[in-house]
T-cell receptor
């Protein structure tokens, strides 16, 4: 398997623009997680899905953030409108079972100017 | 909520030295993982270790769930071991992994 795939790897955008991050989990995994990593706050769980259904979105910072998982092989995290404080590395991870080993994608490094 | 503390926060070693990284957690956990984040930012899972001891080459880990801690041992360290080591604990109460703040390791040649 190719592992968890994320795109783009780097994104530079201007404040107010819409940003869409994409993730393809490992085939057969039934859980998908979106994390954000910053120097100040470390690694934070934003939202996770089980069998394409959002289970816990308590980590989503505000209404500007939304996530979808239309099928088992694809998920998006959208920020609209983006703000400079959203600059971070966004990771997607997947696992088989919620408590199982998590496999992380390479991350998307987002810079909002 | 559960607190996950890692120590030391920073560690500098000479190549060939051994080290022990510690992860303490404040409540019962169902599972625990150790990750290495390399200098390029990639998070790589090292161990899935809810209890007991596991070894993989120069790395080994021990989790004593009843005493709420886990240890990661690195023997004969190499420069490629540099990066940040995270532990993450899973609790049935929250049904998600909570990450510690990490130990930043630098191995000097």
């Amino acid at each position: 398997d190719a592992g968890v795939i994320q795109s783009p790897r780097h994104e530079v955008t201007e404040m107010g623009q819409e940003v869409t991050l994409r993730c393809k989990p490992i085939s057969g995994h039934d859980y998908l997680f979106w994390y954000r990593q910053t120097m100040m706050r470390g690694l934070e769980l934003l939202i996770y899905f089980n069998n394409n259904v959002p289970i816990d979105d308590s980590g989503m910072p505000e209404d500007r953030f939304s996530a979808k998982m239309p099928n088992a092989s694809f998920s998006t995290l959208k920020i609209q409108p983006s703000e400079p404080r959203d600059s971070a590395v966004y990771f997607c991870a997947s696992s088989w079972q919620g408590a199982g080993t998590q496999y992380f994608g390479p991350g998307t490094r987002l810079l909002v100017l | 909520g559960i607190q996950v503390e890692q120590s030391p926060p920073d560690l500098i070693l000479q190549e060939g030295a051994n080290s022990t990284l510690r992860c303490n957690f404040s409540d019962s956990v169902n599972n625990l993982q150790w990750f290495h984040q390399n200098p390029w930012g990639q998070l790589i899972n090292l161990f899935y270790i809810p209890s007991g001891t596991k070894q993989n080459g120069r790395l080994s880990a021990t989790t004593v769930a009843t005493e709420r801690y886990s240890l990661l041992y690195i023997s004969s360290s190499q420069t490629t071991d540099s990066g940040v080591y995270f532990c993450a604990v899973f609790t049935s109460g929250t049904y998600k992994y909570i990450f510690g703040t990490g130990t930043r390791l630098k191995v000097l040649a």
